[in-house]
């Protein structure tokens, strides 16, 4: 079955960080666009970070911003997410997101971040 699989979550203090990375099992797909999105306890999912495919282009989330780098490697078909400076605010599932066009799209089952203060 294909899937996003997401990695590199795990505990980190305050300050500290983390990378995540995402990629696509089972086949190579070609995408409009990567993102992830976070979802905390008690909160709805929302924006982290999204990257366009082709060219690049980046935006973020205002509270991740000169905090959070995401960035893609094209030959591996992979995104990434460097997370500097965490805060506790920070602490979620992170999930991977692809858009392929259109309405279609696949999701990643997440990895848990948690910063400890």
């Known amino acids: 079955q294909v899937q996003l699989v997401e990695s590199g979550g795990g505990l980190v203090q305050t300050g500290g960080s983390l990378g995540l990375s995402c990629s696509a099992s089972g086949r190579t797909f070609v995408y409009l666009a990567m993102a992830w999105f976070r979802q905390a306890p008690g909160k709805e999912r929302e924006f982290v970070a999204r990257?366009?495919?082709?060219?690049?282009?980046?935006s973020y989330a205002d509270s991740v911003k000169g905090r959070f780098t995401i960035s893609r490697d094209y030959a591996k078909n992979t995104v990434y997410l460097q997370m500097n400076n965490l805060e506790p605010e920070d602490t979620a599932v992170y999930y991977c997101?692809?858009?392929?066009?259109?309405?279609?799209?696949?999701w990643g089952k997440g990895t848990q971040v948690t910063v400890s203060s």
């Open positions: 990257i366009r495919w082709r060219g690049g282009d980046t």
């Open positions: 997101n692809a858009n392929l066009g259109g309405a279609a799209e696949m």
